[in-house]
């Protein structure tokens, strides 16, 4: 039996090419889309797909009031905020509404069928595209100080965070891969990461992806 996902985003040719992505998946079928958020909470009522991929900034009702509405009737649906706000805010909102997870957008698209997969089987999901919206949430006036990262270590855990790998990090700050390697290695250190998930959470924990 292939998982059933539902597609809620207000960019057509986004969704047109999710779809064409998923076309050839034998295990993966968009069984429905939806351009807003009052279409995809009643059309996802009559469909109970497994997965919904749910956009958070779509005109109208918000994905994650959609969410909301969902939850109190379909408690156990799971649904993935798919976004490219890679931001604070966003992520503990998608928390407080019951999401699975909160995807980047800039995920390549082998990579988000797999969460899609792990998400429907239970399993764990290690992905630098995916927040764990397990963390704990911090109170929004609480304060917390920045370990003693250096200015550049402090970059290198931002575009980590963004989902780089080493190589587009080290063009990116004009730096060689093994330099990034290098920081990398302090930065886990420091702050005691074991993994790209935890070093997100800790890059929005101590403000560096807050957009101003």
Not at 186 to 201: D, G, P, T
Request: charged share 25%; aromatic share 6%; no cysteine.
């Amino acid at each position: 039996m292939s998982i059933r996902v539902f597609l809620a985003d207000d960019h057509p040719l986004f969704r047109a090419g999710l779809r064409l992505s998923f076309r050839d998946t034998d295990d993966l079928e968009i069984i429905g889309e939806a351009e807003n958020s009052f279409s995809a909470v009643e059309s996802i009522s009559q469909l109970f797909p497994d997965i919904v991929l749910m956009d958070v900034d779509m005109p109208g009702l918000s994905g994650l009031a959609a969410i909301r509405m969902l939850r109190k009737t379909m408690p156990d649906l799971k649904v993935l905020v798919l976004s490219s706000y890679n931001d604070t805010e966003y992520i503990q909102e998608s928390m407080r509404t019951g999401a699975v997870g909160y995807v980047l957008k800039s995920i390549n698209i082998d990579e988000l069928k797999q969460i899609i997969r792990s998400v429907h089987n239970n399993l764990p999901v290690i992905s630098a595209y995916l927040v764990n919206l397990a963390m704990e949430e911090a109170p929004r006036t609480e304060e917390r100080s920045m370990p003693d990262l250096t200015r550049r270590e402090e970059d290198v855990l931002k575009h980590l965070a963004q989902g780089m790998g080493n190589k587009e990090i080290a063009e990116t700050l004009y730096i060689s891969v093994e330099t990034v390697k290098s920081h990398v290695r302090n930065i886990y250190k420091k702050l005691e990461l074991k993994n790209r998930i935890e070093a997100s959470q800790a890059a929005m924990r101590y403000g560096l992806l807050i957009e101003s």
